[in-house]
């Protein structure tokens, strides 16, 4: 489709371990961005992409979580050592460029379980 | 950052119009304000976004005073399927970032 694709939508790993979440934004969209979302809260700011370089990685609660993005497309975000307050529904978005005023589109999220 | 108050919940019938007001008193002059709407299970997906005056799309109207203090999402003839979190937003950081800042929205439900 032609939307922000997301993999895997639910993924359940052992505390300690670590984790590789994979964002596909739509196509042409230089700005991408990672949010969390916890259990009946709002959403979270982890970290923006414009094009490969990360600006902004102001959300990223530890340095157990990093992300990357390659070919001004793909992005992974990586949690190492899983925690269990790690467990949340991660969400990607993408925007045609960054910016106030460009409506930011989202994938449906990985839903992480660390029991 | 510009704060946004709107109702943590309101009620409707299908076919009913609806209208969600959201306060942004402190709005920028350089702040668009923007609606998503927000099913279980799914990410949040965008309605409309607006300036200024008012904003007409394929599933909803937005209306913006001239002092840009509050904004009005207006959802014409709701249908159960329209069951959703619905959230303001305005502007982002202020800077090149543009983050979101969600708050907690308005969950409307539409019963039959």
């Known amino acids: 489709g032609a939307g922000v694709s997301q993999s895997p939508s639910n993924k359940v790993t052992e505390k300690g371990k670590d984790v590789e979440l994979r964002c596909d934004p739509i196509?042409?969209?230089?700005?991408l961005y990672w949010y969390r979302q916890s259990l009946g809260q709002g959403l979270e700011f982890l970290i923006y992409?414009?094009?490969?370089?990360?600006?902004?990685k102001s959300g990223l609660p530890s340095d157990r979580f990093s992300a990357e993005r390659t070919g001004g497309s793909v992005s992974t975000l990586t949690i190492q050592r899983t925690q269990q307050e790690d467990s949340a529904v991660y969400l990607c978005?993408?925007?045609?460029?960054?910016?106030?005023?460009?409506?930011?589109?989202f994938g449906d999220g990985t839903r992480l379980s660390i029991l | 950052l510009a704060k946004t108050t709107q109702p943590i919940s309101m009620d409707s019938y299908e076919g009913q119009e609806v209208n969600i007001t959201c306060s942004h008193n402190?709005?920028?002059?350089?702040?668009?304000i923007t609606w998503y709407q927000q099913f279980p299970s799914q990410g949040p997906r965008f309605i409309i976004q607006?300036?200024?005056t008012k904003v007409t799309n394929e599933v909803a109207s937005l209306f913006i005073p001239a002092d840009r203090k509050s904004s009005t999402l207006s959802l014409p003839r709701v249908s159960l399927s329209d069951t959703a979190v619905y959230y303001c937003?305005?502007?982002?950081?202020?800077?090149?970032?543009?983050?979101?800042?969600f708050g907690t929205g308005t969950l409307l439900a539409v019963q039959p």
């Open positions: 978005a993408s925007s045609l460029v960054g910016g106030s005023g460009q409506p930011q589109h």
């Open positions: 196509s042409g969209h230089t700005a």
């Open positions: 992409f414009q094009g490969n370089s990360a600006p902004d």
């Open positions: 402190n709005i920028a002059t350089n702040d668009y």
């Open positions: 607006g300036y200024k």
């Open positions: 937003l305005v502007g982002g950081d202020g800077g090149a970032t543009n983050k979101l800042i």
